[in-house]
């Protein structure tokens, strides 16, 4: 097979935007014309196997950053918008999409900015409440949606917060629990158990951190690390925050949480250790949760993590998914993007996860593009902890692509290398090219159907 040629303008763009040299000087530095770099920062030529060298040697760079998920994330999230049926139409070809992702991310996140702010408006004016001019009904970014993109496009990956973790984690030496609660105690915090509602309750005036009694020893750990961060690690939080530039002060406290979690998950589960102990048992899961004091939730969030520059991970993407199929948490650090509005592909199996409660279910599944991937989908209670309060139920999704299943020990004995044993699944209906899915909800944007009034199939039309 032909060697992928590498295209990374706007990467070499961002590189020496951030070292402050000019192309002239940048070119002496990586041993080329000026010429040739200005094509290949434009992505006319591809980058050289000489400049990925000069790139490591001259500038300590992580090359493998020039392969990052940013261009395959906003074309995935550019062929969703545009299968909204107010473009009407062809969509613009693929090919299209991947020239504007790789040469004007910039211009391709403002259209993504652009159409989620129309439908947002569109689903306000839908309510009449909203029509007749409530006070809040001004037109702004929808917060956990510019959150949610936060972590998407930083690779779900925070290096200072995640080597702060790592840093409170190696002086606790290995009592994490006991070192959280002195980390709070030298701040004038008192740790109580309490038989309220709520997970954790942080009383600022008297200075007490109630628990709840009900919860598990793994959520009330996190809780107390998630405290921990909000008190010790605020002005690290508040300078993260600063950079994101959250268009409202909403979003910057959903971050703000989100961000304590991301420290609170670091902390239980310190990168070089994780990393070490999810290759050396090959990503057990529950052996993982057991060494780590952590949930199976909490340890399949924190594999999608590892990918600090120069000490990756293999990389995986994550979801959470509610019975009703809306995805409540999702991230990948592979080639596979999800739904950003509308379900995912219900040939998924996650979806099959609550059928099959304490059962890990394996799947190997192929995307439209080619892509084959190993999938493990497990369902995820969370119990209310007294009577009258419902259990909360969750399914997760874990997988790579199938290349590193090897890695997995869920993988052992699966049919990898048979083309038949791959169930063909989507990402989502309006955007599968899939033409003869029996399960399809909607008809593809970029297709053209014939109506039959005389036939009728799994489908009332037939995709061309």
Known sequence: MAAQKLYAGAKLRELRGRIGLTQKAFAERLGVSLPYLNQMENNNRPVSTT???ALAQEFRFDVTELQSGDEARLVSDMREALADPIFGGTAPPLPD????????????????????????????????????GREDSRLQPSPWEEVRDFFHYCDNYIDPIDRAAERFASKAGGDIDSAAREALRERGVRVVLGDGGAIRHYDAGSRVLTLSRTSAPATQRFQLLLQVALIK?????????????????????????????????????????????????????????????????QVAHRLSTLQRPGAKGVPFFFVRVDPAGTITKRHSATTLQFARFGGACPLWNVHRAFETPGRWLRQLAETPDGVRYFCLARDVSKPGGAWGIPT???????????????????????????????VPIGISCRICERRAC????????????RVDPNERGFLPYQVD
């Open 51 to 53: 400049v990925v060298l």
């Open 438 to 449: 029996p399960h399809r909800s909607v008809p593809p944007l970029e297709r053209q159907l």
């Open 233 to 297: 690690q605020a002005k690290l939080l508040d300078a993260s925050l600063d950079l994101a530039r959250f268009q409202s002060p909403q979003a910057r406290s959903i971050a703000l949480v989100g961000l304590a979690n991301y420290f609170a998950g670091a902390t239980l589960m310190p990168y070089g250790a994780f990393l070490e102990a999810a290759r050396s048992t090959r990503h057990d899961l529950e052996q993982l949760a057991d060494r780590f004091g952590a949930s199976l939730e």
């Open 97 to 132: 999409l991947r020239l504007a992702a790789s040469n004007a991310p910039a211009l391709a996140r403002a259209f993504l900015d652009l159409h989620r702010a129309y439908r947002q408006t569109h689903e306000r004016l839908s309510s009449l409440d909203e029509a007749l």
């Open 392 to 422: 909360r139920r969750y399914a997760i999704g874990l997988g790579c692509e199938v290349k590193h299943a090897s890695s997995l020990v869920y993988a052992d004995h699966m049919m990898t290398d048979q083309a038949e044993a791959f």
